[in-house]
Nanobody, 119 residues
Framework: QLHLVESGGGLVQPGGSLRLSCAAS????????MGWYRQAPGKQRELVAV???????NYADSMKGRFTISRDNASNTVSLQMNSLKPEDTAVYYC?????????????WGQGTQVTVSS
């Protein structure tokens, strides 16, 4: 059974850093693209960053230069290093695993972890 479990969220002051992790089980992790998304109160869920199965990365414009996504296929983990955090980064952060086979995309979500940036 597939599980995605996020950890590392919490309260941090503006300008601070947090590192989120997502541990996956029940899938062949190395075959999946892994992504981080976030959803702030009253807003739609948005892409933060994605890393493909081959290690290519892509970031939302507002995260470039501040956030870094990485993956460790040996431990089935994807991480998001967040630096220079701003109050507008406050949101629930979700991990997503996706894979396309025969023109069909299979996507799975974690439960989310709260990140609050406030003084």
């Amino acid at each position: 059974q597939l599980h995605l479990v996020e950890s590392g969220g919490g309260l941090v002051q503006p300008g601070g850093s947090l590192r989120l992790s997502c541990a996956a089980s029940g899938i062949t992790f190395s075959l999946y693209a892994m992504g981080w998304y976030r959803q702030a109160p009253g807003k739609q869920r948005e892409l933060v960053a994605v890393i493909t199965s081959s290690g290519s990365t892509n970031y939302a414009d507002s995260m470039k230069g501040r956030f870094t996504i990485s993956r460790d296929n040996a431990s089935n983990t994807v991480s998001l290093q967040m630096n220079s955090l701003k109050p507008e980064d406050t949101a629930v952060y979700y991990c997503r695993a996706s894979r396309t086979r025969a023109s069909r995309t299979y996507a799975y979500w974690g439960q989310g972890t709260q990140v609050t940036v406030s003084s």
